[in-house]
């Protein structure tokens, strides 16, 4: 059971160019989240997903696409990076329950835009 | 959308215990209380969550008042190890993500 995982673990881009990270999980949870952190700051949420083909905005998803094709998977796109993306992404999913509300946390992305 | 606010730091000492009190105001009927801890280079990790009351498992204990409007995690007996940054999430997740907002958390600094 491997929890939460993301690939990939680092990557450097330049301006403009475009790339997809990848979340995966087998606890078969119903929500995924992407969040991003800044030096400092604590995590915001960029988008996230309720369940397999839905997928909603959350506090900052400018600049982001994702995609929920299958349970297990989300994944995040960076159409055109740019400099302000740089950050550290961590995805995160949960089975909630009326008891229980537990994310879990994938290992995070650190990504460099120069 | 209920907020919270942190002390920035703490500091202790090996063996102490550690009270982190989060207050959250205008928190909402459906919102549940939980404590994530993070070290560096890592992902946050589920330290414990409660409702009201007072909820204990094997690393920490959550002291809530009936009004709910604050709350405050404890650690008994610290180590080093324990340093790091701890964050206070208020909120509901049930439908979506309502609630979902971390803040800059507390740095718990351990010292020997």
């Known amino acids: 059971n491997a929890g939460v995982t993301q690939t990939p673990k680092f990557r450097v881009l330049k301006t403009g160019q475009s790339m997809t990270l990848l979340c995966a999980q087998d606890?078969?949870?119903?929500?995924m989240y992407w969040y991003r952190q800044d030096p400092g700051m604590g995590l915001r949420l960029i988008h996230y997903?309720?369940?397999?083909?839905?997928?909603a905005k959350g506090e900052v998803p400018d600049g982001y696409n994702v995609s929920r094709l299958k349970k297990q998977n989300f994944l995040l796109g960076l159409e055109s990076a740019a400099p302000s993306q740089t950050s550290v992404y961590f995805c995160?999913?949960?089975?909630?329950?009326?008891?229980?509300?537990?994310?879990?946390f994938g290992p995070g992305t650190r990504l460099t835009v120069l | 959308l209920a907020k919270t606010t942190q002390p920035i730091s703490m500091d202790s000492y090996e063996g102490q215990e550690v009270n982190i009190t989060c207050s959250h105001n205008n928190i909402a009927t459906n919102d549940y209380i939980t404590w994530y801890q993070q070290f560096p280079s890592q992902g946050p990790r589920f330290i414990i969550q409660g409702y009201k009351t007072k909820v204990t498992n094997e690393v920490a204990s959550l002291f809530i008042p009936a009004d709910r409007k604050s709350s405050t995690l404890s650690l008994p007996r610290v180590s080093l190890s324990d340093t790091a940054v701890y964050y206070c999430?208020?909120?509901?997740?049930?439908?979506?993500?309502?609630?979902?907002?971390f803040g800059k958390g507390t740095h718990l600094i351990i010292q020997p």
């Open positions: 995160a999913s949960t089975e909630w329950s009326p008891s229980t509300d537990t994310q879990y």
């Open positions: 999430l208020v909120g509901y997740s049930g439908g979506g993500a309502d609630g979902l907002t």
């Open positions: 997903s309720v369940g397999e083909g839905t997928t």
């Open positions: 606890m078969n949870h119903e929500y």
